[in-house]
């Protein structure tokens, strides 16, 4: 089969696209011809060396496509059915082996691109909303890179919730896009971020910021939360966030930090199935809608990973091993 390969750690030119045997499905797996591949920050970070990684291997971890063979145990999936996950290493390929546990079954309105460009970003949301903290109808939110794959989701499903969200952006394109998914205040980061938050929820602060930018954003995510209140660090897309003591959290208001990943989420079928099945319920009942930006041939994996990290992108990245 044809996928890309990390050869080395590296930039985006470290992707090389050709020739690798095909998988062969343990007992528990399933093939599957991929028909849509999501390109996630995380993969970046892994070829860069940021996350340990050991090159040279098939990158990505997300996608979806019609099953071609199954493992001899794997009982809940059968050949012809249209899945997708978010937790099978090798993705960018046109074969991938998904441990059957880690597939989920597409509703037919969704499509491939949306739900294997998405369901990693869509489950993120969904637990960052309802599992790492737990904000409430009403509640105001800080997220940041409002127009962003998780933040336009992450914006739709608050709203869904019914809390206020507050977003952050870098461009006038991303303010609409942001504004379009239904955030409530479109805010510039800055020095000035957190008075103009304060400014917004009477001098409170949020009870909850998410912020996946990191280096950039994490003091003026601190200082934009309220009494009690916590800050969701859940990636870095400018730049792990340094050491820090955890002594300040006491007077900027008895905050708490917490670091979450999605694997601790979603590692039961169950909480799997629960969360994907709510995540996919919000796009058919019409509350998310999401913006698959962009788009490139699998072959040109190198572009849309350069693409990710110069932040030129908006909502989500597909790789299209047919295109
Ligand atoms: P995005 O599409 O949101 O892209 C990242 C955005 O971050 C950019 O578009 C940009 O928006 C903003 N940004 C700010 N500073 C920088 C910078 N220096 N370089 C690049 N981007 C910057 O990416 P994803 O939707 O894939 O992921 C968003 C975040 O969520 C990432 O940090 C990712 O690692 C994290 N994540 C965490 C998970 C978890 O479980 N912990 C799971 C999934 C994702 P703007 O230009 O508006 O600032």
């Given at each position: 089969m044809r996928a890309i390969q990390v050869t080395r750690h590296g930039g985006p030119d470290v992707l090389t696209f050709g020739s690798v045997d095909d998988p062969i499905p343990a007992p528990d797996e399933v093939i599957v011809r991929t028909s849509a591949v999501g390109v996630n920050f995380i993969d970046t970070y892994l070829r860069r060396g940021l996350y340990p990684s050991t090159p040279p291997y098939v990158p990505g971890t997300e996608g979806a496509g019609v099953i071609v063979a199954t493992g001899?145990?794997?009982?809940?999936l059968q050949e012809g059915q249209r899945v997708a996950w978010c937790a099978a290493p090798g993705s960018y390929a046109e074969l991938v082996a998904v441990p059957a546990s880690k597939a989920v079954r597409v509703p037919d309105a969704i499509d491939d691109a949306v739900a294997g460009s998405s369901l990693l970003r869509g489950l993120t949301a969904h637990y960052l909303l309802d599992g790492s903290a737990h904000p409430q109808a009403g509640d105001p939110i800080l997220v940041h890179a409002g127009g962003g794959g998780v933040g336009l989701i992450l914006t739709q499903l608050a709203k869904r919730r019914g809390l206020t969200v507050i977003t952050t952006v870098s461009s006038d394109e991303k303010e609409e896009l942001s504004r379009s998914a239904g955030a409530d205040h479109v805010l510039r980061y800055g020095e000035d971020l957190s008075s103009r938050v304060r400014d917004l929820t009477d001098g409170r602060g949020v009870p909850v910021v998410y912020d996946g930018v990191g280096a950039d954003t994490f003091e003026q995510s601190l200082a934009s939360t309220a009494i009690r209140g916590m800050v969701?660090?859940?990636?870095?897309?400018?730049g792990p966030v340094p050491p820090f003591d955890l002594q300040r959290l006491n007077p900027a208001g008895s905050l708490s930090v917490t670091r979450p990943t999605l694997a601790h989420f979603t590692d039961t079928a169950e909480e799997l199935d629960w969360r994907a099945g709510e995540y996919f319920e919000a796009i058919v009942d019409g509350d998310v809608e999401v913006r698959v930006g962009q788009r490139y041939r699998l072959a040109d994996a190198a572009a849309a990973h350069a693409d990710l990290e110069a932040r030129v992108t908006t909502g989500t990245t597909v790789l299209l091993p047919a295109g």
């Open positions: 001899s145990e794997v009982t809940s969701v660090l859940f990636g870095a897309a400018s």
